[in-house]
T-cell receptor, first 116, second 114 residues
């Protein structure tokens, strides 16, 4: 069954340091997409980064990179040079292919606290 | 361009009442989704629609119904609200192609059922 697991309810990181947020997934599909979203205290959902299951290189978007390990079914988010504005909830999500109807499910989230 | 709008912003509802949450997008996206967000549980998919005229059940569909009469609108109806449906509800849309079609989210509706 389709499933996303984020095992870290909360994480602390010192400003300017890097942090890794864990995400593992389970799917029987060969074609799927993995996403990370940020939800600040204001409540909106902000798209950060995407990784396709057939992409051979890890996705990067500015200070965000996705450490994709397909055999382990993990898609960890790495934030480099943390900033105070990075304090937020972070959600990992997976979208399966057209056979599954493009359903997208989310993990329970990780709350990141960036310390000055 | 507004993106995705949801109405109402918040609502307090008596148990047993019927309620429809509205969602409208102006991006001509084929796919639309409804999620509920509860503390510690993240976002859980209620229903989704890949294109106008079709809908599908998500992870937690019981007690909810949807319709997709056109591309832009995707209302969510609670036929007889119960306190366990107290939550923040997010509507989202995306292109329905496979791969990296990110979802765009509405601002959410905070629903309290008493």
């Amino acid at each position: 069954a389709q499933k996303i697991t984020q095992t870290q309810p909360g994480m602390f990181v010192q400003e300017k340091e890097a942090v890794t947020l864990d995400c593992t997934y389970d799917t029987s599909d060969q074609s799927y997409g993995l996403f990370w979203y940020k939800q600040p205290s204001s409540g909106e959902m902000i798209f950060l980064i995407y990784q396709g299951s057939y992409d051979e290189q890890n996705a990067t978007e500015g200070r965000y990179s996705l450490n994709f390990q397909k055999a382990r079914k993990s898609a960890n988010l790495v934030i480099s040079a943390s900033q105070l504005g990075d304090s937020a909830m972070y959600f990992c999500a997976m979208r399966e292919g057209h056979i599954r109807g493009f359903k997208t499910i989310f993990g329970a989230g990780t709350r990141l606290f960036v310390k000055a | 361009i507004a993106g995705i709008t949801q109405a109402p912003t918040s609502q307090i509802l008596a148990a047993g009442r019927r309620m429809t949450l509205r969602c409208t997008q102006d991006m001509r996206h084929n796919a639309m989704y409804w999620y509920r967000q509860d503390l510690g549980l993240g976002l859980r998919l209620i229903h989704y629609s890949n294109t106008a005229g079709t809908t599908g059940k998500g992870e937690v569909p019981d007690g909810y119904s949807v319709s997709r009469a056109n591309t832009d609108d995707f209302p969510l109806t609670l036929a007889s609200a119960v306190p366990s449906q107290t939550s923040v509800y997010f509507c989202a849309s995306s292109e329905s192609r496979g791969g990296g079609a990110e979802q765009f989210f509405g601002p959410g509706t905070r629903l309290t059922v008493l």
